[in-house]
């Protein structure tokens, strides 16, 4: 791979640029949708632009109490971290994805990245309700992390006991395999796992019944709390990002099977299964559900997607006799 | 490019709220214009946010009762510029009913440079989207 | 949950229930209390809706050169309760059912329904004052005699007349 096409793949195409465009389109039809379910009209379905282009203009103001460099500089982080890992991630008849192998790992590390950045920003901001935001942030990030953690673990043991007799963590070859092999979610021991997955998606992007940390109305937003302008505006370019690179990462993991060989065609087979995957996990459960405690969305996370990713696993050792 | 700016930006005016002493009426209008299917501001690209460090236009309901006129201005100069300050309901704008009693301390044009008003008692919802939309034209030309 | 489900796949059918106010008029109820306008001609400028107004919106004050009234409710601090128009004897106050209250800053103290109310002079003395309606009259001083010259007299002469036996031998 030479430089210039490192640079396209990273900044313009599927990363960067086409990656922005796609994670607001993915917010905007949230928004219309979860109006929809509400019998509203709900805003247009570009109005995430707009409201980037409108936070861009207006004042930042930075809290006296906050650390300047810290505050500035946490937006921009869980910002690339975020453009870093849809880099990675293949996307099948399009794009192969940077690296050949232990990238699921980079992608683990990478999307704590934005949770990290909401801390790190909170915690330099200086005001109570951002640090109670982020200590509930933190929690809930621990507890997600554990049945995700297991269902990567999972889908590699699956997928590397067929091939090499030994775990693997590439995402390329778990895309290949899928499609060579057939996908993985047809395989009844991954069910659960799959389901779990489904259920840590809500949690990570901080949307309604685990919006804890961002809880409006009890902590004024939390984190995102002393925020404004720019700051802000890359925060909800990173929620977009954030919602792309989780149907993607679903996607690549567990029905990467493309449409012909037209790139094209492709693409569009792949927003729209990012859609789906999209309703089905955030969508859908925000319109109906309401905001948990802490205590409680802490217990969720560590009882039923925990339980369900390691029936999973022990269902695929099983198989495999280990 | 300032008048394909002024045209973006219109369509996305975010909204807070700050009851300085109300009764609550006005209060449950607001929430209404913005929760109940029949009103729906989110359609003009309105939102509601939590903290007003992240809001363009201003509601402010109550009559600026004396102990909550410091946190009102407080409040007030954290929001960012450009902003547009809308006075709901007859108490931030006159006083109303409770006009020269002991605990106001003054009308909020007193303290704050007030754009529109919408006076009613509570104001129907209509009228605050009225307000609403005036106010946007008022401050997309700040740009 | 299921049955949350079940709601929000039925208002997805259902399509949305939203009225498209600012860009299209929404009706309102016939007794919707709204803006107030005020009657000059029925007014007798008794000064009781000034009395029972709750926010003091209305003001009624004599006009520097003494030809009339001021009639002026200032909306900007009116509760549209409706006991104006309650009180009032001649209805000559009525609550529409305008709701379009907005107005920007500029014309805060320009907000108000401003009539005059004039005055005529007594025919009897000649003392300027505000004539009371037929109907007033009638509620008053009872249907019979000719009372049709009372509705144009200042209440003084009106009291002399009736001492000496009414109109008809004026």
New interface residues.
Partial sequence: MNVAEFFVNVFIFPGGLFAIMLGLLLTGLD?KIY??????????IY?PW??V??LS?????IPKTANYTAFRLAPLLGFAGMLAAIAIIPVTGIYSGLYQSGDLLVVLYLLSAPALALAMGAAASGSPYSSIGLSREISIMLAYEIPMLIVFLTVGMRVGMEIGGTAIFSLSSIVNFQLSQGSLLLDLPMLPAFLAFLICIPGILGVVPFDIPEA??EI??GP??????SG?AMFKLTGGLKMLVLSALTVALFFPMGLGSFWLVNLLWFIFKCVVIMFFTTT?IR???ARMRIEQAYKFYLLFPTALALISLVLTAISFRI | MGELLQNIVKKSPWIYRINAGSCNGCDVEMATTALIPRYDVERLGCRYCGSPKHADIVLISGPVTAVVKDKVLRVYDEIPNPKVVVAVGICPISGGVFRESYSIANQLDAYIPVDVNVPGCPPRPQAIIDGIAMAIEIWRKKF | MSKFLKVILKNLIKGPSTIKYPFEDSPAPEKLRGKIVHNADACVACHLCEYVCAGGAIKMQESEDKKGIDFVVWHDTCTFCGLCEYYCPTKAIHLTNDYHTAHLQADKYNYVEKTFVKKQPCTCCGEPIVPISLAMVEQIYGKEGDIRGLSKMCPQCRRKILWKGGVSKL
């Fill in positions: 928004r109006a929809r379910l509400q019998r509203r009209v709900g805003p247009p109005q707009l409201d282009v409108k203009q207006k004042e930042t103001i409006e109305t004024t937003e995102l709390l002393e925020y404004s302008g802000l859908l319109a109906m559900q």
